[in-house]
């Protein structure tokens, strides 16, 4: 056996444990696909790098359909198996679409690999407007579960049906930049880690940018929100939040990339790495994340008009 069907072989093991052992924690659970997108260099040619991917999919989806076998004869537990795949089966899919663009624009495979998770979630939102009874059954199934867990730590006046129509509102006008910053943070972390030795990546973090015209779908997403707040059209609604926020994650990203390229020329030893891993944390810790939150997407935006990073 050649040495690179040895290496290949030792690589797709290792990935596909390595995803299954952090699928199973629930904290590392979000980040399961990192060693899939890790390992995937090890492979030649890039392609073979797609078995990992899919052998670690069909192993979730045989195991989520063994575990509840006895359920799925209810309604309400298969549409609940259904959204329950939604982001594991999203984010394989979205791995596979990502290895199999090595040499696209960052930005480009980070497109690609959303194609699923937004044509799923707008597919599952649009399924569960029609409020048939697999979908009210789910819906009743998802609120009972929440109300068991949250029973007796809910704050005084505030019951689990509110809770979960607040779980529900946000999620719908939020899924696609949950998946995109789960996915692309993972996406980030596996990059830097596979060119963690090479530091023209490090100039190359500091000067990412969106296109020009990008700038048009994010306003024209925030005009859609806007007009929604007048007149109530729920699915435009739901598609204005989702596009708005995705948008607005990315230029969040451009703003820390501007940030990188000031520090970076005060301070060259400082990485662009330290710099987005900073600002991640930054953005979790409250009254300090507004800045992150606001300030960093509208830095990016008005580097649409001004050139910020211009060289001399």
């Known amino acids: 056996?050649?040495?690179?069907?040895?290496?290949?072989?030792?690589?797709?093991?290792?990935?596909?444990?390595?995803?299954?052992?952090?699928?199973?924690?629930?904290?590392?659970?979000?980040?399961f696909i990192l060693p899939l997108l890790f390992f995937a260099p090890r492979f030649k040619p890039n392609g073979w790098a797609i078995v990992p991917v899919g052998l670690t999919l069909v192993i979730l989806v045989a195991y989520s359909l063994y575990g509840s076998s006895?359920?799925?004869?209810?309604?309400?537990?298969?549409?609940?198996?259904?959204?329950?795949?939604?982001?594991?089966?999203?984010?394989?899919?979205?791995?596979?679409?990502?290895?199999l663009f090595p040499d696209k624009r960052l930005?480009?495979?980070?497109?690609?690999?959303s194609i699923f998770a937004t044509l799923a979630g707008f597919a599952l939102v649009y399924w569960f407007s029609l409020g048939g009874p697999v979908a009210s059954g789910t819906a009743q199934f998802y609120q009972k579960l929440v109300a068991?867990?949250?029973?007796?730590?809910?704050p005084m006046g505030l019951s689990s049906e509110a809770l979960f129509l607040t779980v529900v509102a946000i999620v719908k006008r939020a899924f696609l930049p949950l998946f995109m910053g789960q996915f692309g943070f993972c996406a980030l972390v596996s990059t830097l880690l596979i060119y963690r030795d090479d530091s023209s990546f490090q100039e190359r973090m500091s000067r990412w940018q969106l296109p020009q015209n990008f700038v048009w779908i994010f306003l024209g997403s925030w005009t859609i929100v806007l007009f929604t707040l007048l007149v109530k059209i729920p699915i435009l609604e739901i598609f204005g939040w989702n596009v708005a926020l995705a948008t607005t994650l990315l230029y969040m990203v451009q703003g820390v990339s501007i940030v990188a390229m000031?520090?970076?020329?005060?301070?060259?030893?400082?990485?662009?790495?330290?710099?987005?891993?900073?600002?991640?944390?930054?953005?979790f810790v409250p009254g300090v994340n507004l800045v992150v939150w606001l300030a960093l997407p509208l830095l990016g935006v008005v580097e649409t008009w001004i050139a910020f990073r211009k060289t001399s």
């Open 1 to 31: 056996m050649e040495q690179q069907t040895v290496t290949m072989i030792k690589a797709g093991a290792m990935a596909t444990i390595l995803a299954l052992i952090l699928y199973k924690m629930a904290v590392s659970s979000p980040l």
């Open 107 to 113: 930005l480009t495979r980070l497109l690609l690999s």
């Open 262 to 283: 000031f520090i970076r020329r005060k301070t060259p030893r400082v990485t662009a790495t330290r710099v987005f891993a900073l600002s991640f944390l930054l953005a």
């Open 148 to 154: 068991s867990v949250t029973a007796n730590i809910l």
């Open 70 to 99: 006895e359920l799925l004869r209810t309604s309400s537990a298969l549409g609940a198996l259904l959204v329950g795949l939604y982001f594991p089966l999203s984010s394989l899919i979205g791995a596979g679409t990502w290895i």
